[in-house]
T-cell receptor, first 111, second 111 residues
Framework: GQNIDQPTEMTATEGAIVQINCTYQ??????LFWYQQHAGEAPTFLSY????GLEEKGRFSSFLSRSKGYSYLLLKELQMKDSASYLC????????????FGKGTRLSVIA | DGGITQSPKYLFRKEGQNVTLSCEQN?????MYWYRQDPGQGLRLIYY???????QKGDIAEGYSVSREKKESFPLTVTSAQKNPTAFYLC??????????FGPGTRLLVL
């Protein structure tokens, strides 16, 4: 199978830093996405990693290690509005294969 | 203003009734997708289409049908054979960089 694993829930304090991990099977791996989904809304695109390393976009950064089958999403200076589910999704092989989604990590930011 | 639209936002289905969910995009994307999301769960792929007049079953296609007669449109029909249709339905399209963008979703409820 093409299992994608991420923690079910996490809690962090406003202003802090939180790291959400995602692991996947490396066979056929072609790229990894992170999406943010607020309750009752559609997922919105955050990042896309194909090569190893860290990509930074404002308060959000995403890291990928292809050889280890591992990624993380790093959120800095947490705000209450960051409370949402974060979905890790992998594209296996190339071209027209659909994304495979993890079940998502529900992040709660508390004061 | 480019984007993906879904209608209606809420849909009610009676026993034995077929209902159709609309998905339209003006992004000129070839590939389109339908997902189902149940409370606290990840996204599960129902059907996808890589090009006009072509579509493939996803992981949970039973009880659903689709058509792709136009590039812009990918409607999903939930048939009476789908015994547990209550869920949040999300449509997406994919750009040339493999990124999927989602519509706002339709929440289907059974009366």
């Amino acid at each position: 199978g093409q299992n994608i694993d991420q923690p079910t829930e996490m809690t962090a304090t406003e202003g802090a830093i939180v790291q959400i991990n995602c692991t996947y099977q490396t066979s056929g791996f072609n790229g990894l996405f992170w999406y943010q989904q607020h309750a009752g809304e559609a997922p919105t695109f955050l990042s896309y990693n194909v090569l190893d390393g860290l990509e930074e976009k404002g308060r959000f950064s995403s890291f990928l290690s292809r050889s280890k089958g591992y990624s993380y999403l790093l959120l800095k200076e947490l705000q209450m509005k960051d409370s949402a589910s974060y979905l890790c999704a992998v594209i296996f092989r190339s071209g027209n294969t659909p994304l495979v989604f993890g079940k998502g990590t529900r992040l709660s930011v508390i004061a | 203003d480019g984007g993906i639209t879904q209608s209606p936002k809420y849909l009610f289905r009676k026993e034995g009734q077929n209902v159709t969910l609309s998905c339209e995009q003006n992004l000129n994307h070839d590939a389109m997708y339908w997902y189902r999301q149940d409370p606290g769960q990840g996204l599960r792929l129902i059907y996808y289409s890589q090009i006009v007049n072509d579509f493939q079953k996803g992981d949970i296609a039973e009880g659903y049908s689709v058509s792709r007669e136009k590039k812009e449109s990918f409607p999903l029909t939930v048939t009476s054979a789908q015994k547990n249709p209550t869920a949040f339905y999300l449509c997406a399209s994919r750009d040339s960089q493999e990124t999927q963008y989602f519509g706002p979703g339709t929440r289907l409820l059974v009366l």
